[in-house]
């Protein structure tokens, strides 16, 4: 009886072990990536937060099916000491209920979360972007929620229209009025970009705010925070400083290459330049994506080539950005995440982690089926001994 009972439980531990998922030890872009409850990561559109030795990523959590794409759940959270192995830290904000008015109330739309930590007032803040549910993508809002603990509850603030009443750095005061005709000039031609770049569409949305769509956040050296977004429907970026508490904004804002129609915005510094990695705007299906440089967070931004190389650098890997992570402890070592789309069944979406590195100013991306982080010390060997 005592050799069926032990038999019994060594069959019962073995299947438990078999129940683990396996202890990852590498990343492999593209394919299923299990929590440690071996179920795919759900969190898409996503960014990370490194804090106190741990890092949380943050990302919209898919349904299956049509509705998917909208916010029925909220924005999920896990956490992770070596990037590899992520465990479920559950729901960080949570969608009001329909019906409630809340402006995420469920079948809103919230996109993009990304979490900093405010030093001066010990806050986690969260900042994404908002269409108000029934509405499609007329809001165009970024939105911000706040909560005492990395992993949430995060409380829901508000949302906004940036820049309200507010004109761009270096805007010249003749553009501030408009010229006549303006409006009716054929899209794509040179006196239409030269209108845009002049202020067509920030005239349009002056009283109202500035559209906020795509967005990402990015906390500086000196602690100074900036919300970078897609505005003026989608055809400029926008990069917006963030007040002392990073639940609002300042006023001061500029543009990033008006009217080249860029989203997706992912951003990084590096010896002291930014590097600033975008997609063009095809909807769901991946293109090309495009890179850019300053030595202010100001600008002037100069254009650079497509970062991607290789096989399906044309569509980036299939794949399109959603931020760029500096890895805790390791100099000049940065992964570019990204996200593969499957808007017919949001939910099995995948994920592109890949290493960024730099010939001089260009980030370039290279495929990987699998890689580690060691890769950075093998450069790191490889410069010193250039």
């Known amino acids: 009886m005592k050799k069926t009972y032990l038999a019994a439980a060594l069959l019962a531990l073995a299947a438990a072990a078999q129940a683990q998922p396996q202890k990852r030890t590498a990343f492999e872009p593209g394919k299923t990536w299990p ?161 845009v770049a002049e202020g067509l569409f920030i005239r349009r949305d002056f009283a109202p705010g500035q559209m906020a769509r795509d967005m990402t956040v990015f906390v500086d050296d000196d602690g100074t925070a900036y919300n970078i977004h897609s505005s003026e429907d989608n055809l400029t970026l926008h990069v917006a400083e963030l007040t002392p508490d990073y639940q609002g904004f300042t006023g001061r804002w500029n543009t990033i290459a008006p009217a080249g129609h860029n989203e997706a915005p992912a951003l990084c510094k590096r010896n002291g330049k930014y590097y600033l990695i975008t997609s063009g705007c095809t909807g769901w299906e991946p293109n090309a994506a495009r890179s850019f440089v300053a030595s202010s967070i100001w600008g002037p931004w100069t254009a650079l080539e497509n970062p991607a190389t290789g096989p399906q650098a044309n569509i980036t890997y299939n794949s399109q950005s959603t931020y760029i992570l500096p890895v805790a402890g390791r100099q000049d070592a940065f992964i570019f995440l990204a996200d593969r789309w499957t808007p017919k069944n949001p939910i099995d979406g995948g994920y592109i982690w890949l290493p960024l590195s730099f010939e001089g100013d260009q980030p370039r991306l290279q495929w990987a089926d699998r890689w580690d982080l060691g890769v950075f010390d093998a450069a790191k060997a490889k410069a010193a001994a250039n």
């Not at 898409?44 to 890092?55: P, S």
């Not at 809103?108 to 969260?126: A, D, H, L």
């Not at 507010?166 to 006196?191: C, N, R, Y």
Request: aromatic share 14%.
């Open 35 to 195: 929590d440690n409850k071996g179920t795919h990561l759900n969190a898409h559109g996503g960014g990370v937060l490194y804090d106190q030795g741990r890092y949380y990523l943050f990302g919209e959590h898919k349904i299956a099916g049509g509705k998917g794409n909208s916010a029925q759940v909220g924005v999920h959270c896990y956490s992770s000491t070596d990037l590899y192995n992520w465990t479920d830290e559950g729901i960080a904000l949570t969608v009001a209920p329909a019906g409630s008015g809340s402006e995420i109330e469920q079948g809103s739309i919230i996109e993009r979360p990304k979490v900093v930590f405010n030093q001066k007032t010990g806050k986690y803040v969260m900042w994404f972007h908002l269409e108000l549910k029934g509405k499609g993508y007329e809001a165009a809002r970024t939105a911000v929620a706040v909560s005492d603990r990395a992993t949430g509850p995060y409380a829901y603030v508000k949302s906004y229209r940036p820049g309200v009443g507010q004109w761009p750095l270096g805007f010249q005061e003749a553009w501030k009025k408009p010229v006549p005709g303006e409006k009716d000039l054929k899209w794509w031609t040179p006196d239409w970009t030269k209108a």
